[in-house]
């Protein structure tokens, strides 16, 4: 009998090392940075744990939250925020003209209002910011993990759960945390709003543009983040072909990202999808 447990366990592919050996979150969360498969592949052993998708989730809220207050407290830089959301809308008021939805001076007086209360909105305006953040954040999580599910699932045929799939796009929000700050350091030094690292950002180019969208893709951090979530999803579906998960999830993110850039030139009322 215990020949046969031990045949059982093996067949399993555990040991009484694994059983007795439990990873800690400060170990995942390092293995996330050091040895991205190795961590998943032994995260994929135990059950799934909460706390794996909802701390890194938590982390990169409070990051992106102080970091907007870092941003917004920097006179240059608000000054740039309040410009770059003005141009928005004024190419919106102007499809609201063309279109006879309302005057020109209408538009204008909108325009200002609008000005005005971003620079004397201060701290009345940052909590519902945050708030939003917050809310967004949660949202687009379990939507992303959800349709990142029913691929893995369907398409790629993987074996998991929604909590694997939670925890494959949860954990790596811990260099999602580390972009933010990367951001609000490249703002500081350029005195301005940035959104990302990329070579878009540090040539000073239009997102709104063919050109500058295509280099807004070039980036370091956001390549990172993406094929580690590859990573995951093939360690936490039982896959060995990682290679499949990783073009799967950049092609989603590319594709996706031109879906929104079409939008977003087609409507310009939409363009903070172009973001």
Known sequence: MEDLNEDQLNQDGLSEEDEEYELSHSDKMIGLFSEPA???EQIAKAPVKVV???????????????????????AQI?????????AAM????????????MTQEQADAQIERTREMMNEGGIAMLIPQIIGIVIFTFLIFFI????????????????????????????PFYIAAVQSILIVI???????VVTDVSVATFLD?????????????????SIWFYVVVGIAYAKMFKSENTAKYIGTILALWIGFSLLFYYISTAVPFLSFLNQ
């Open 38 to 40: 190795n961590i998943f």
């Open 52 to 74: 794996d998708w909802l701390v890194p989730v938590i982390v990169f809220i409070v990051v992106l939250a102080l970091s907007t207050v870092i941003m917004q407290s920097n």
């Open 78 to 86: 608000r000054y740039s925020m309040v410009e770059k959301q003005t």
């Open 90 to 101: 004024e190419k919106t008021m102007e499809e609201y003209v063309n279109s006879g939805a």
């Open 144 to 171: 992303i993990s959800g349709f990142y599910y029913g691929v893995t699932r369907l398409i790629l045929k993987g074996e998991g759960t929604f909590s694997n799939a939670m925890v494959a796009y949860g954990l």
């Open 186 to 192: 490249v703002a500081m030094l350029m005195n301005k």
């Open 205 to 221: 180019l239009d997102k709104q543009e063919i050109v500058g969208f295509l280099l807004s893709k070039v980036d370091i951090v």
